[in-house]
């Protein structure tokens, strides 16, 4: 069987979704937007307020923010992308869902993320402890305008 990627990315203003759009076109593989059930306005984004639903969200360890349409085929990739903005210095707690939400046995897991401000720092090996089994995790990278020799370049390092 060949290897197969899905590319599943959380894109709050768009950018992250087009960086992985760019991704699974240079590597081939599938595009899954992951997406909240209950979408997230403006002023849920609003970092500066700590009422926003995004503060709240990062603010509660537990808190998973559900998604609205699964990937129906997870079983078929043997190597996922996962893409998210960088929040409060980590992943936003969505991709915690959908971390928790599937069996990552004998996957790669390549996670990439977009930032503003900061760069990957700790949000990769964070996510690990949401994963269990057997999974191999390439190092994680932030990518905000995506080069194609950049990002064949993390590909291939990454498998």
């Known amino acids: 069987m060949a290897n197969k990627t899905l590319v599943a990315v959380f894109s709050a203003s768009g950018v992250t979704k ?5 991704i699974a076109e240079i ?13 997230y306005s403006i002023s849920d984004l609003n970092w500066m307020s700590k009422k926003s639903r995004s503060s709240v ?9 559900e998604i609205a349409v ?28 959908f971390l928790e939400s599937y069996d990552f046995s004998g996957k790669t897991i390549l996670p990439f993320c977009t ?18 089994g057997n999974v191999k995790w390439g190092k994680g990278v932030q990518i905000n305008r995506p080069s194609e020799a950049a990002i064949r370049s993390w590909l291939e390092s990454g498998k």
């Open 70 to 97: 699964e990937v129906p085929n997870m079983d078929d990739y043997d190597t996922v992308i996962i893409g998210f903005p960088i929040w409060w210095g980590v992943a936003p707690r969505i991709i915690e869902t």
């Open 57 to 65: 969200e990062m603010n509660d360890p537990s808190a998973r923010p």
């Open 18 to 22: 087009r960086v992985g759009k760019k």
């Open 115 to 132: 930032s503003g401000g900061s760069g990957v720092g700790r949000s990769d090996t964070e996510l690990h402890k949401n994963v269990s």
């Open 27 to 39: 590597c081939g593989g599938d595009f899954f937007e992951i997406v909240p059930k209950e979408k």
